[in-house]
């Protein structure tokens, strides 16, 4: 055992020599157990075999150590499980390892932190990161290109599906990475998810998210403007929403998450806008898209002023913290 790293429980290495199963030992690296990376990792540790170990590792100890006492906890099988002091020992000689942090900045500081070691694996093999964090293309790239010049493989595997979707292990992915390790990555992934879309070469797993997000950031604006429009005219809106969900206007957030209370029993906006996706999270994914297309040199008509509207909303008390369909109490739309 290594003195930096704290064991919760352990494989005997002795046993592996007895062991009647040929498979070698897989060492997993998590860093970052927030929101969603606590549950990924509990659904990842939670399906990996006992001879294998996953070292966690986040700033917060706390969130760490009440991982670690989950895991622990768990009746039968999963991996065992070890805490790391930091973001390099907790990397150190794993053959793959998960970042789920929040912006480009938390990323760079995590590999900065990690390529301080140097990187190795036990079986000689180049060790595999994947980032499942949602920052902008370029930024993926750059660390990439720093882990690829250290020897190591670097994926960025962004998700979608939420805190709901890493409870329950049925996560999407969206995949950038080589074709060729796409079949070892996907085991890896689908022990997080249910799905993993190869969207193509590192970087694209994001440009497809950060397109997919645009969208949505503003559908959803649209759709309170309109639902809003339809309330002031006289229109039911449940029989507006009907109208839309067989029409040409029909979206998710039409559909699915419709801002006007009632319209949908399983919508946020039912619940006082609570859970569901941060309207703080759909600004930060709008920004990312924003400098992204600049790179691009993509003209972007509508988002600055679909940021504008996020911020506004966001610094408003009756917004802060809900679903981002809360985009339609900010516009003064009855509830
Ligand atoms: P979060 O803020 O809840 O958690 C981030 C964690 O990273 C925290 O525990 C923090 O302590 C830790 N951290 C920050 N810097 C670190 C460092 N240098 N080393 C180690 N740990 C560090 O965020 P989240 O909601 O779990 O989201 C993670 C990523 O997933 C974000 O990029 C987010 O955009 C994306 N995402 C989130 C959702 C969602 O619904 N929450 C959905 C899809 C994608």
Redesign the pocket.
């Known amino acids: 055992m290594k003195a930096n790293v704290r064991l919760w429980k352990s494989v005997q290495p002795h046993c592996r020599a007895f062991s009647t199963s040929p498979r070698r030992l897989e060492q997993y690296a998590f860093?970052?157990?927030?929101?969603?990376?606590?549950q990924m990792a509990r659904n990842l540790q939670s399906k990996l075999s006992p001879s294998d170990t996953v070292r966690l590792?986040?700033?917060?100890k706390e969130?760490m150590e009440r991982l670690a006492q989950e895991m622990r906890a768990q009746k039968a099988g999963g991996a065992a499980v070890q805490l790391a002091d930091t973001?390099a020992d907790a990397a150190k000689e794993a053959d793959t390892t998960i970042?789920?942090?929040?912006?480009p900045q938390?990323?760079k500081?995590?590999y900065s932190?990690i390529l301080s070691n140097k990187l190795s694996t036990t079986s000689g093999k180049k060790p595999v990161f994947i980032d499942?964090?949602?920052?902008d293309p370029s930024s993926s790239r750059e660390v990439g290109h720093s882990v690829e010049k250290a020897g190591g493989i670097f994926v960025d595997a962004?998700?979608?599906?939420?805190?709901v979707?890493?409870t329950a292990g049925t996560?999407t992915f969206m995949l950038g990475a080589p074709a060729d390790l796409v079949p070892t990555l996907e085991p890896t992934l689908l022990r997080m998810g249910k799905r993993v879309l190869h969207c193509g070469t590192p970087g694209a797993g994001l440009s497809a998210?950060l397109a997919n997000n645009y969208l949505l950031a503003i559908n959803n604006i649209a759709t309170a403007e309109a639902m809003n429009l339809g309330v002031k005219w006289g229109l039911d809106p449940k029989v507006l929403a009907g109208v839309i969900n067989v029409s040409t206007g029909k979206c998710w957030p039409s559909e699915v998450n419709n801002p006007v209370p009632g319209v949908v029993e399983t919508a946020p906006a039912g619940r006082d806008y609570k859970g569901g996706?941060?309207i703080g999270?759909m600004k930060?994914?709008l920004k990312l898209a924003i400098v992204a297309a600049r790179e691009a040199g993509a003209k972007l008509e509508l988002a600055e002023k679909a940021k504008e509207v996020y911020e506004t909303a966001e610094a408003d008390d009756r917004c802060k913290g809900r679903d981002f369909s809360v985009v339609y109490r900010y516009l003064g739309g009855k509830e």
């Open positions: 860093i970052g157990l927030g929101q969603m990376g606590f590792y986040d700033l917060n969130a973001a970042t789920c942090l929040p912006e938390h990323v500081s995590a932190t499942c964090s949602t920052i962004p998700m979608s599906g939420g805190v979707g890493a996560l998210k996706f941060g999270l930060k994914d």
